[in-house]
């Protein structure tokens, strides 16, 4: 190959190495990686034969008969308080909206045919949106992001907890606070925990240099950067997918769409960044004075989060609980995906937690509203430990018992002091996968029947169960009857074959998608809800083919560590290319003094941090900002050969061929067809 050939092979590999590169630089916490998604191409609209069906009708009035949802108290408590409401929207420099204050003002009134009667309480709660003030010197921002921001009062300004998700709705909430409130500085930051709708918008409140310039005390957990910069980095594609089925991304607000999401009503897809901390939480429990204001911190990793606290306030007796407890059941496994977390642990946190916090006049989440009076702060505390705990020691008993996760999550009910608890309902978590995410923590995947040890994948599996049940037709007609029936689970599982095994099969599409959109109506989880709904509107209108504004998270991603980034291209690497590869190559940050030796071999890229290797086979020298933007898509294959900020040293043609080794994931990929 001679040079002018050599050249272009590296242009056309390095673009392919900026794409995988981006696709391994995007951030999920809370899977709010589709944010980074861009919205679809139309205006989803419901469809008109999705009516809810005589069946779900008649499972809503169950829920309404046998489930107080009056509900006085909840409905006084996330009222209490207003000073004021925002209206209107929030948008960005290119005049983008980020947020809209009245997206959701149709949920009002009685619950509609298409959304259970107890979802529709909690949609209407988290409705209450404004300017709270929650106690004496304590006042929270709701309804301006998916969470909450909360401002505590010190001595000379204002304490920050929590920030948001994005810089534009982080800096609307403090601009409405200040409008009410009077113009006080921000005098410290509180980051609760490691997933991006509580520090991603931290860059509206305050810039790095005034927290700098200030000596501004921004206060996080151990392990927050790591966490909260890593998290998920490897899968991210694949939770960044899902998440556009969890939290009802392309939904239409509509009582036949996306009305909630458990925790709070959406998710704002702005501009992300972050602060470093200056002040980390160590121990088990820690105490700091804030702008005059003792905060008790307690550490409780591994619940909600890998890096989490929550905190007391002795003077105000005020406990702030981040999301160690809400006005739901939280998600022991998420269904966008993540590791799964420790239920036993959880509860026992929450046992801590009463004995130094259980008198505390007001309780605060950074979802919801809160709870007043330190009786039903206790009685909430025990409550919500309790759920934690039944699920888990029921869960495990059945297991000893040998039943599998299936067969345990549809055993597993709550007892009528726990199910009567509405606060503890599966509005975004829900007993029956949390159910089974007790049994993966412990057990794994395999239920451990051999005949499920090595199953047959999903196409080819579908394709010989259409010919079990006697040809498509057969399948179909059978299908359709359970439809006809409100068997939607039974009909779901048909069609799910159907669908696999004739993906262009208009007719099996239209009736999966007419289950989804009934499953969708029962569910009182929201993301349950979100899932079916998304699938049908998959099943109708085609899956996500849009792409990713990954500039978004520009200001985040200076913070992860480059290990992290090596770690995304050695899962990127495709292993048929790399089957015969021996290639070495160094890579040289020039303005960090970092610099790697990356060497695929027996089909894996391994990296050391380390001096350059004089044997590798080239030297790629270049800026951490240039490299900053090549992820973000910024930069491509054409400014790494022409820009100052960057060098080659050795041989073009194997560079080339290294990172022509590297795959390019879409983040487009199906779900509800193969």
Same mark, same amino acid.
């Given at each position: 190959?001679?040079?002018?050939?050599?050249?272009?092979?590296?242009?056309?590999?390095?673009?392919?190495?900026?794409?995988?590169?981006?696709?391994?630089?995007?951030?999920?916490?809370?899977?709010?990686?589709?944010?980074?998604?861009?919205?679809?191409?139309?205006?989803?609209?419901?469809?008109?034969?999705?009516?809810?069906?005589?069946?779900?009708?008649?499972?809503?009035?169950?829920?309404?008969?046998?489930?107080?949802?009056?509900?006085?108290?909840?409905?006084?408590?996330?009222?209490?308080?207003?000073?004021?409401?925002?209206?209107?929207?929030?948008?960005?420099?290119?005049?983008?909206?980020?947020?809209?204050?009245?997206?959701?003002?149709?949920?009002?009134?009685?619950?509609?045919?298409?959304?259970?009667?107890?979802?529709?309480?909690?949609?209407?709660?988290?409705?209450?949106?404004?300017?709270?003030?929650? &106690?004496?010197?304590? !006042? *929270?921002?709701?309804?301006?992001?998916?969470?909450?921001?909360?401002?505590?009062?010190?001595?000379?300004?204002?304490? /920050?907890?929590?920030?948001?998700?994005?810089?534009?709705?982080?800096?609307?909430?403090?601009?409405?606070?200040?409008?009410?409130?009077?113009?006080?500085?921000?005098?410290?930051?509180?980051?609760?925990?490691?997933?991006?709708?509580?520090?991603?918008?931290?860059?509206?409140?305050?810039?790095?240099?005034?927290?700098?310039?200030?000596?501004?005390?921004?206060?996080?957990?151990?392990?927050?950067?790591?966490?909260?910069?890593?998290?998920?980095?490897?899968?991210?594609?694949?939770?960044?997918?899902?998440?556009?089925?969890?939290?009802?991304?392309?939904?239409?607000? $509509?009582?036949?769409?996306?009305?909630?999401?458990?925790?709070?009503?959406?998710?704002? !897809?702005?501009?992300?960044?972050? #602060?470093?901390?200056?002040?980390?939480?160590?121990?088990?429990?820690?105490?700091?004075?804030?702008?005059?204001?003792?905060?008790?911190?307690?550490?409780?990793?591994?619940?909600?989060?890998?890096?989490?606290?929550?905190?007391?306030?002795?003077?105000?007796?005020?406990?702030?609980?981040?999301?160690?407890?809400?006005?739901?059941?939280?998600?022991?496994?998420?269904?966008?995906?993540?590791?799964?977390?420790?239920?036993?642990?959880?509860?026992?946190?929450?046992?801590?937690?009463?004995?130094?916090?259980?008198?505390?006049?007001?309780?605060?989440?950074?979802?919801?509203?809160?709870?007043?009076?330190?009786?039903?702060?206790?009685?909430?505390?025990?409550?919500?430990?309790?759920?934690?705990?039944?699920?888990?020691?029921?869960?495990?008993?059945?297991?000893?018992?040998?039943?599998?996760?299936?067969?345990?999550?549809?055993?597993?009910?709550?007892?009528? $002091?726990?199910?009567?608890?509405?606060?503890?309902?599966?509005?975004?978590?829900? /007993?029956?996968?949390?159910?089974?995410?007790?049994?993966?923590?412990?057990?794994?995947?395999?239920?451990?029947?051999?005949?499920?040890?090595?199953?047959?994948?999903?196409?080819?599996?579908?394709?010989?169960?259409?010919?079990?049940?006697?040809?498509?037709?057969?399948?179909?007609?059978?299908?359709? /009857?359970? /439809?006809?029936?409100?068997? !939607?689970?039974?009909?779901?599982?048909?069609?799910?074959? &159907?669908?696999?095994?004739?993906?262009?099969?208009?007719?099996?599409?239209?009736?999966?998608?007419?289950?989804?959109?009934?499953?969708?109506?029962?569910?009182?989880?929201?993301?349950?809800?979100?899932? !079916?709904?998304?699938?049908?509107?998959?099943?109708?209108?085609?899956?996500?083919?849009?792409?990713?504004?990954?500039?978004?998270?520009?200001?985040?991603?200076?913070?992860?560590?480059?290990?992290?980034?090596?770690?995304?291209?050695?899962?990127? #690497?495709?292993?048929?290319?790399?089957?015969?590869?021996?290639? *070495?190559?160094?890579?040289?940050?020039?303005?960090?003094?970092?610099?790697?030796?990356?060497?695929?071999?027996?089909?894996?890229?391994?990296?050391?941090?380390?001096?350059?290797?004089?044997?590798?086979?080239?030297?790629?020298?270049?800026?951490?900002?240039?490299?900053?933007?090549?992820?973000?898509?910024?930069?491509?294959?054409?400014?790494?050969?022409? $820009?100052?900020?960057?060098?080659?040293?050795?041989?073009?043609?194997?560079?080339?061929?290294?990172?022509?080794?590297?795959?390019?994931?879409?983040?487009?990929?199906?779900?509800?067809?193969?």
């Amino acid at each position: 190959m001679d040079t002018q050939q050599a050249w272009a092979s590296l242009a056309q590999n390095l673009r392919a190495f900026s794409a995988s590169l981006t696709s391994f630089g995007t951030l999920s916490s809370l899977a709010l990686l589709s944010a980074l998604m861009s919205g679809c191409s139309k205006t989803p609209t419901a469809d008109p034969n999705s009516a809810a069906s005589e069946f779900t009708q008649a499972f809503h009035a169950e829920v309404a008969k046998t489930t107080d949802l009056v509900d006085a108290a909840n409905h006084a408590d996330a009222r209490k308080g207003l000073i004021a409401k925002p209206t209107g929207q929030v948008t960005n420099a290119a005049g983008e909206v980020i947020w809209d204050y009245d997206a959701f003002n149709f949920i009002e009134g009685k619950s509609p045919a298409t959304v259970n009667p107890s979802l529709w309480r909690q949609a209407s709660l988290n409705n209450q949106i404004g300017l709270y003030k929650v &106690a004496d010197r304590i !006042y *929270q921002l709701r309804g301006f992001d998916l969470s909450n921001m909360t401002l505590i009062e010190g001595e000379t300004g204002w304490i /920050v907890v929590d920030v948001l998700t994005s810089e534009e709705t982080a800096r609307a909430a403090m601009d409405f606070a200040r409008k009410h409130l009077g113009n006080k500085p921000v005098t410290a930051i509180v980051f609760t925990h490691s997933h991006v709708d509580h520090f991603g918008g931290a860059l509206g409140v305050l810039s790095a240099e005034q927290v700098q310039a200030q000596n501004i005390p921004v206060v996080a957990p151990v392990g927050f950067m790591e966490e909260a910069t890593s998290e998920n980095l490897l899968v991210g594609m694949a939770m960044a997918r899902r998440s556009v089925y969890m939290y009802g991304k392309r939904l239409p607000r $509509s009582p036949e769409g996306l009305v909630d999401n458990g925790l709070g009503k959406a998710v704002a !897809y702005g501009k992300v960044g972050i #602060l470093p901390p200056t002040v980390v939480v160590t121990e088990s429990k820690e105490s700091h004075n804030l702008d005059g204001l003792e905060f008790m911190f307690h550490n409780v990793p591994g619940s909600e989060a890998p890096s989490e606290f929550v905190f007391y306030l002795p003077k105000l007796k005020a406990f702030g609980s981040a999301e160690l407890f809400g006005h739901t059941l939280h998600n022991i496994y998420t269904p966008r995906g993540a590791k799964v977390r420790d239920a036993l642990k959880w509860a026992a946190y929450m046992d801590e937690a009463l004995a130094y916090a259980g008198d505390a006049e007001v309780m605060f989440h950074q979802h919801n509203w809160p709870v007043w009076g330190s009786s039903n702060v206790r009685n909430f505390m025990e409550k919500q430990r309790d759920t934690y705990r039944f699920i888990h020691d029921q869960t495990v008993r059945h297991m000893n018992a040998g039943l599998t996760s299936a067969e345990i999550a549809e055993k597993v009910v709550m007892p009528p $002091s726990l199910h009567s608890f509405l606060s503890g309902r599966g509005y975004y978590g829900t /007993v029956s996968h949390n159910v089974k995410a007790v049994y993966q923590f412990y057990m794994g995947w395999f239920d451990a029947n051999p005949a499920n040890l090595n199953p047959l994948p999903p196409v080819d599996s579908a394709k010989r169960y259409v010919d079990l049940a006697g040809g498509m037709d057969a399948l179909l007609n059978k299908a359709e /009857v359970a /439809v006809k029936k409100g068997e !939607y689970r039974w009909a779901a599982e048909l069609l799910k074959h &159907a669908v696999y095994a004739a993906p262009d099969n208009a007719k099996a599409k239209n009736l999966l998608a007419q289950s989804f959109d009934q499953m969708g109506y029962m569910a009182e989880s929201a993301p349950w809800r979100n899932f !079916y709904l998304t699938g049908a509107l998959e099943l109708r209108e085609g899956g996500y083919t849009e792409g990713f504004k990954r500039n978004m998270f520009l200001d985040m991603l200076k913070h992860t560590p480059t290990p992290r980034f090596l770690e995304g291209m050695a899962a990127a #690497l495709n292993s048929d290319k790399a089957e015969n590869a021996d290639i *070495q190559i160094n890579l040289v940050f020039s303005d960090t003094n970092e610099s790697y030796v990356l060497h695929i071999q027996n089909s894996v890229l391994h990296h050391k941090a380390g001096k350059p290797d004089p044997n590798s086979a080239a030297t790629l020298t270049l800026s951490k900002p240039f490299f900053l933007n090549m992820m973000t898509g910024e930069a491509g294959a054409a400014e790494l050969l022409l $820009s100052d900020e960057t060098r080659i040293d050795g041989s073009t043609l194997k560079l080339g061929q290294f990172f022509g080794m590297l795959d390019k994931p879409t983040g487009n990929f199906n779900i509800v067809t193969p």
